[in-house]
Structures are given as C-alpha cells and as structure tokens.
C-alpha cells in the first residue's frame, strides 16, 4: 500500500507559477511511474503529465511547454512545476503511482489550484 500526500496547491494569478509536490510513503518509490492527473468541476479526470520509473516523461497537449514534471526517489517526491498559468488550469490536481510490476494504482487526497484575478 502506498501512500500519496499532495501539497503546494493555492490561489495564483494568470500568469504565475506554482510548484506542487507528492509524498510517497513506501520503501520502493522508484518502482512507481508517477503522474499527475486533474480534475475541474463538471469535467473528468484527465492526465496532465507522468513520468516513467526511467525519467521519461509525457505531458498533456494543454500544458506543453508551460508544466515540467520531475521526481527524486532518494527523497520519495514528485513534483509538477506550473508556469505560465491559465484559468483553466484549475482544478483539483492530484498524484497518482502505478507500481510498474503489478500494476496497482494510488491516488492522493488532491490539492486545489485555482488560477484568477
């Protein structure tokens, strides 16, 4: 079992930047491929970038360029850097593991971002 614990969310304004950070709680987190997934109200859960247990990474169309996603498994954290914010950029962001042998899926609590003037 593992334990995500997301932080780092707020209000910001167009424009600007935030850094959210996953915790994990497990011994082996560099066997985890990590992501970052999002969800606005009335809108489905939708990938927003991962990154593999290898570093290689993959980001949503609507973030390219602007969302870097990066991890430190000596740490057992993830992070997803924000720049350049939209509006509809918020939402509720959460992290997600996937043990890369079995599978089994983690989700965090979810943490708040709301981007508006």
């Known amino acids: 079992q593992v334990q995500l614990v997301e932080s780092g969310g707020g209000l910001v304004q167009p424009g600007g930047s935030l850094r959210l950070s996953c915790a994990a709680s497990?011994?082996?987190?560099?066997?985890?491929?990590m992501g970052w997934f999002r969800q606005a109200p009335g809108k489905q859960r939708e990938l927003v970038a991962r990154?593999?247990?290898?570093?290689?990474?993959h980001y949503a169309d609507s973030v390219k360029g602007r969302f870097t996603i990066s991890r430190d498994n000596a740490a057992k954290m993830a992070y997803l850097q924000m720049n350049g914010l939209k509006p509809e950029d918020t939402a509720v962001y959460f992290c997600?593991?996937?043990?890369?042998?079995?599978?089994?899926?983690?989700w965090g609590q979810g943490t708040q971002v709301t981007v508006s003037s």
């Open positions: 990154i593999t247990t290898d570093g290689s990474t």
């Open positions: 997600n593991a996937v043990a890369a042998v079995s599978g089994n899926i983690y």
């Open positions: 497990t011994r082996v987190f560099s066997t985890y491929h």
